[in-house]
């Protein structure tokens, strides 16, 4: 997979910038900025060229044949958001503390589009498994992507102390389509 994520990122013109960490072959890893399905590609990508084969959340309703065995085999879980995610997410978190080759891959703007509201669901996931998140990136303008040793967070229990974090690792990241990325988040308790 390492080959294949190279020459993925070499046919997009993108160049990975990261230093490695065993710790991220067991962490939450969020990607951001998430304003295209390109970042998908090339962030799965830069992690395989690092070794890394994560887990992501993708919606029940896509696990249709064929489609289902391929996402399957990239990784995917399939989450049924109708339900109450709590037996879910506990389920996850399990998965996380107890193998140690599983780490869980999370955009946590949840959506492509613009948004205000960034989901706090990686941060608890890693709160409660005692596991790190790692933050990647996809820079457009300067054709980079990567997840860097440097960009671990422990969390702390304070989510708007952790979030200033987040915001200031993304601040200077260039988006595909930039109108549709924002660090802001309401879900901040002031």
């Known amino acids: 997979m390492k080959l294949i994520g190279r020459i993925i990122l070499k046919i997009g013109g993108f160049h990975l910038q990261s230093n490695f960490s065993e710790e991220m072959k067991n ?21 395989w ?16 044949f064929p ?13 049924n958001r109708g339900k109450d995610g709590k037996g879910f997410y506990d389920d996850i978190i399990t998965e996380l503390k107890n193998k140690k080759n599983f780490s869980l891959i999370i955009t946590p703007e949840g959506t492509r589009k613009l948004t205000n509201n960034w989901k706090k669901g990686y941060y608890y996931i890693a709160q409660k498994a005692d596991k790190p998140i790692f933050m990647a990136w996809i820079d457009y303008k300067y054709k980079t992507c990567g997840v860097n040793k ?41």
């Open 27 to 47: 962490a939450v890893i969020i990607e951001a900025p998430h304003t295209s399905m390109w970042d998908f590609v090339l962030g799965r990508a830069g992690l």
């Open 49 to 64: 060229a690092l070794g890394i084969h994560c887990h992501f959340l993708i919606k029940k309703e896509l696990f249709f």
């Open 67 to 79: 489609l289902g065995i391929i996402l399957k085999a990239l990784g995917a879980i399939p989450v």
């Open 150 to 190: 440097e960009s671990k967070i422990i969390p702390t229990g304070d989510y708007n102390k952790d979030f200033i974090l987040v915001q200031n690792f993304y601040k200077n990241i260039n988006a595909k389509y930039p109108e549709r990325f924002n660090l802001t988040s309401q879900n901040q308790i002031v």
